[in-house]
């Protein structure tokens, strides 16, 4: 058996299903046979037998939902009310009169109510012994707490909304459906924590769940507090305490579990974690800033080597994203800095606290919880206190017997009036007047006022104590100012006040610390991916700006190298052009011959001088149409063996573009020296230097 609450069922009888059916049927349908529903009311009527026996077995759970589902569907077929009387017990005051209503959501809410009566009692019929059992257990006080929220939100409204006049049983009033859904869900949750101590899990887990159980069992009480006093008293009394002391069991359970898993020790983990992942998330960004720093390097190294040539656009301007999203993470890290160093302080501020709560039991009665003056029990304010105290007991006593008194006045009273018959001696009065008066109450008064006689005595006594009972609770009220007053200037007990305060406050603070090293943890374990993929994005940039410096700078060299040392590239003028003539040849004159060829030319180890001529256009004559086939590219001779050919950068770009594109090169025939034809088969083509 456990010590938890079970929830009872609420008793029926059965009613006339049939009779109000054909009723029903006969009355507003009038072209209807009442025999074609026959199977129907019978379906009807052993399915509710079904569930009025409240056989404990989990078979019944789908009798109770067959029922409430046959019940949803006659609501939409048939009124509420079809003159058939639903009879229902108090749940947890069966010797009241029942609440008897033609009303068919009336019998939905108390079948949900019973069905919620169910998981409860088969939650308690589990073994507490075993995992499976508290598996079970929990499981069942779960679906228990889902039937009441289902019959809060939505049988109950229908119910309530289908009543002409407000009439229920406070047993299914709001607060009371609403305070036996949290009892379940505690019932559940220390079903779980029996579960986690059987397991020995980490101390952190059971003292969360023993806080887990408290914070429900406290919103039992205070749900039923809060309500009025006549909804209040549907529940048991005894109930009430139970709350209350299952909510200080687990609050006091979680506070040993604290102390068990040595709370100062968790929290310096925690802060060591904490600024771990910090120091990862500042490597990261250095990282970032490294990689933009290097780059920037390298531009302006090749910046200050090719000076104005070098036209790759500045690293400031083209990493100015990054560097803006960079500086963003960096106050966004300053800001966790200050926040982590907030905390640290907190810890630093509470640790002497903290580490008390941890302490063991000894160390805790030894708490200085006085100082050396006041802790002599001699002292006048603690003699007084205990002055207070012993008389304040004694009103108190008092009280309490005159409260017994009373209540023993009013047993004898009812004792009296339970065997007090007085019909005889009104029969005997009537037997005095005269055949055929109208008989009426009033001619018995005087019988009355007699017999009611036998019952002042009580009525005196019971009176007599009020003005004792007044005159006591005024010394009650008085006593009590008078001990309070007293214990706040009692210095031992305002250093015990001040002590359990502190105690409470160092709780409170270690909590807060432990979750905001949690939320620490996340928020750098979440950041770090930000701050990663920046890195990726600026290793990106930083491949792709490298490959076009390096693309620049291959260009610039190559130019470098086709430029002969000490001579840069002319641009022609109109009045100044070089005449091409070929080698051997006077220049006034122009020949059609072919050319020397390269190799005669090369081995005479000589430049030819070019002449300026008046008129360029006489050379040009000379040439072949553009698109002869006459033309022909030159490999490019060493400019210690070629003739300088002075031209614009638009020709020595156009050979440079000729000769990267893989251009065809012709191998040329050897002439002898004295320029004789060309070999057989060859055909002499003019060249272009």
Not at 1 to 17: D, E, G, H, V
Not at 256 to 280: K, N, S, T
Not at 332 to 358: C, N
Request: proline share 7%; net charge neutral.
């Amino acid at each position: 058996m456990s010590n938890q609450l079970l929830l009872p069922f609420k008793q029926t009888t059965q009613p006339p299903i049939a009779d109000a059916v054909r009723e029903h049927i006969s009355k507003y349908h009038p072209g209807t046979l009442p025999d074609a529903f026959t199977w129907d009311i019978a379906h009807w009527e052993s399915l509710r037998r079904e569930v009025s026996n409240q056989t404990v077995h989990s078979s019944t759970v789908d009798s109770f939902l067959k029922y409430h589902a046959q019940l949803v569907l006659l609501l939409t077929k048939l009124p509420v009310d079809i003159d058939l009387p639903i009879t229902y017990y108090h749940a947890f005051q069966p010797t009241q009169s029942p609440l008897s209503l033609s009303n068919l959501a009336y019998e939905r809410v108390c079948i949900l109510f019973n069905l919620a009566s169910l998981f409860c009692h088969l939650a308690e019929a589990q073994s507490r012994e075993t995992t499976e059992g508290i598996k079970r257990a929990s499981a069942n006080y779960q679906n228990a707490a889902g039937t009441l929220a289902y019959l809060l939100e939505s049988a109950l409204p229908a119910f309530v909304a289908s009543l002409a006049h407000p009439t229920s049983s406070n047993d299914l009033s709001k607060p009371v459906i609403k305070a036996l859904e949290y009892m379940m869900l505690a019932q559940a949750a220390e079903c779980y924590w029996k579960k986690a101590v059987m397991d020995s899990l980490r101390n952190s887990t059971i003292a969360r769940l023993s806080q887990q159980v408290a914070s429900y069992y406290g919103l039992a009480y205070t749900t039923i507090q809060a309500a009025p006093a006549l909804v209040a008293s549907a529940l048991p009394s005894h109930w009430m305490a139970h709350f209350q002391t299952k909510q200080h069991h687990f609050e006091a359970a979680a506070q040993i579990q604290v102390r068990a898993d040595d709370g100062p020790l968790r929290v310096q983990q925690l802060l060591e974690d904490v600024e771990a992942l910090a120091i990862q998330d500042r490597l990261l960004l250095s990282e970032v800033y490294d990689i933009l720093d290097a780059e920037a390097e390298d531009d302006e190294l090749y910046r200050k080597k090719f000076g104005s040539k070098w036209s790759n656009e500045p690293s400031h301007i083209a990493n100015d994203d990054l560097v803006t999203k960079a500086k963003h993470f960096t106050s966004v890290l300053e800001r966790a800095h200050d926040t982590d160093r907030t905390v640290k302080d907190k810890w630093r501020d509470w640790r002497t606290g903290i580490e008390t709560l941890a302490s063991d039991e000894s160390t805790l009665q030894r708490l200085p919880m006085a100082s050396p003056a006041s802790k002599s029990p001699s002292s006048p304010l603690s003699t007084q206190t205990k002055s207070h105290v012993r008389i304040l007991r004694g009103h108190l006593e008092s009280l309490d017997e005159l409260r017994r008194n009373r209540q023993h006045s009013l047993i004898r009273a009812q004792n009296l009036s339970s065997g007090d018959d007085i019909s005889d001696r009104i029969k005997l009065v009537a037997l005095g007047f005269e055949r055929w008066t109208q008989v009426k109450a009033e001619m018995f008064e005087d019988v009355m006022e007699e017999e009611l006689q036998k019952y002042d005595k009580f009525r005196n006594e019971i009176a007599a104590t009020a003005d004792e009972q007044k005159e006591l609770l005024k010394k009650i009220e008085e006593r009590n100012a008078a001990l309070l007053q007293s214990r706040h200037e009692d210095p031992i007990n305002k250093n015990l006040e001040k002590m359990v305060k502190n105690l409470n406050a160092a709780h409170a603070k270690y909590k807060e610390i432990v979750q905001n090293c949690g939320e620490g943890l996340k928020f750098y374990n979440d950041f770090a991916q930000h701050l990663k993929d920046l890195r990726d994005s600026c290793k990106e940039w930083a491949y792709s700006r490298k490959q076009k410096m390096n693309a620049i700078v291959e260009e610039l060299e190559l130019i470098n190298l086709n430029t002969p040392p000490n001579q840069s590239p002319i641009t022609p003028s109109d009045d100044l052009a070089p005449t091409l003539s070929p080698p051997g040849s006077s220049p006034d004159t122009t020949t059609s011959s072919p050319p020397a060829s390269p190799s005669t030319s090369r081995s005479s180890n000589k430049r030819e001088k070019l002449t300026p001529r008046s008129n360029s256009t006489a050379i040009i004559a000379d040439l072949p149409p553009p698109n002869s086939s006459q033309w022909e590219p030159l490999v490019p001779v060493p400019p210690t063996a070629s003739p300088v050919v002075r031209g614009g950068p638009s020709t020595r770009s156009k050979r440079q573009s000729r000769d990267e594109a893989g251009s065809p090169v012709v191998q040329h025939v050897p002439q002898s020296a004295g320029g004789s034809a060309p070999t057989k088969g060859s055909k002499p083509k003019r060249q272009v230097y």
